[in-house]
Each structure stands twice: as C-alpha cells, then as structure tokens.
T-cell receptor
C-alpha cells in the first residue's frame, strides 16, 4: 500500500528565503503527483501536477520536481512571502485515487 | 474556474441522526470524491464515483454511503451518526478519464460535529 511522508511537519522561515518542502513515497508505480495548499479551515487548492513521465513543473515562484526512482518529490518556493503561510500537501495517484501525505505547515515570518 | 460547492461550512448533529452532506460541481466533471480530514491522520478517501449511479469504496467507507443521481451532485450519507465521525469533510471533482491524469478540485469543506 502506498505511503506518503512529508518532512518536516512544520517549518518557520523569514520572509525572502528560498525553501524546499519534501515528499517521499514507497511505491514508484504512480501516475502523477500533485501538490496542494491548504489555508486554515479551508479546502485544498491545487498548485502543481506532475505526470509520471515528467521531471518537474513550474508555476510562478513554485517549482515541483519528481524522481520516481528514489521515491521523492520536492516543492521549491522562491523568495517566500508571508502570504505563502499555509499547509502544503503532496498526493499521489496510482491504481487508486489520491493518497495524501500529512502535510508541512509553513510559516513565513515578516 | 472550477467551482466545487459544499452545502454547509459548519454542521452540528446528534448521535444516531441520519446526516446528508451535499456537494455540487459546475464543470461537468465525471469523477467526484469524498474525503475526511483529521489531525494526525491527514486526508482519507471515503468513497468516489466515476459516473452517475456508480460508486466505489475508498479506504474508510464503514458507516457511510453515497448517492450520485445526477452528474453534478455527489452526496455523502452518515446512516447513523456517531461521535467518531466528527471531522472535516472535503469533496473534490476531476475531469473525465482516469483520475490519474487530471487534477482534483476541492470544495471548502464541511466541519461536522456529532454530539
């Protein structure tokens, strides 16, 4: 059964810093990997989706990479801002719909 | 933009009640999903549907059922609510085809409390 791990569970950085969030998974037989953002008490907002045949995707200050062979994905956030403060979740799709990690709670301090 | 609307943001019900959570999407998506989210456990899939009147069990279907009579609407039913079903419930939808190729779009969630 697919297991998804996100480390660290929480991260606090000063504004302007570049940062990397990590996601690891146990089964490399995936179709895609999706990164989401969740604000407190809200639903999830899709940030980036990487198909299994791709290595990375970019959207603005965000860049997500995928290395199936090592079972890892990273979400890179450039020049972080207080508005980036949220919980970031990765989720993988394989033979069943999405399996989620428990998220990394990010705080960007002004 | 895709809009997934959950009928209630907050709901308080009593143990033993039959509870209906409604979800509507406006983008003609074939696939719809129900998750619950709990601290320390993350999001877990309850049920999903890939077509009208079709449903599949997710990881934690016990104590729940679903209904999909129309393409745009997917209802989650708690047959006899219990306190351990107090949670945040999230609905999502995605476009036709394998769910693996399309991003899922989420509603804002329903925070359900069972007293």
């Amino acid at each position: 059964k697919q297991e998804v791990t996100q480390i660290p569970a929480a991260l606090s950085v000063p504004e302007g810093e570049n940062l990397v969030l990590n996601c690891s998974f146990t089964d490399s037989a995936i179709y895609n990997l999706q990164w989401f953002r969740q604000d407190p008490g809200k639903g999830l907002t899709s940030l980036l989706l990487i198909q299994s045949s791709q290595r990375e995707q970019t959207s603005g200050r965000l860049n997500a990479s995928l290395d199936k062979s090592s079972g890892r994905s990273t979400l890179y956030i450039a020049a972080s801002q207080p508005g980036d403060s949220a919980t970031y979740l990765c989720a993988l799709s394989g033979n069943t719909p999405l399996v989620f990690g428990k998220g990394t709670r990010l705080s960007v301090i002004a | 933009d895709v809009k997934v609307t959950q009928s209630s943001r907050y709901l308080v019900k009593r143990t033993g009640e039959k509870v209906f959570l409604e979800c509507v999407q406006d983008m003609d998506h074939e696939n719809m999903f129900w998750y619950r989210q709990d601290p320390g456990l993350g999001l877990r899939l309850i049920y999903f549907s890939y077509d009208v009147k079709m449903k599949e069990k997710g990881d934690i279907p016990e104590g729940y059922s679903v209904s999909r009579e129309k393409k745009e609407r997917f209802s989650l039913i708690l047959e006899s609510a219990s306190t351990n079903q107090t949670s945040m419930y999230l609905c999502a939808s995605s476009l036709e085809g394998s769910w693996s190729n399309q991003p899922q779009h989420f509603g804002d969630g329903t925070r359900l409390s069972i007293l």
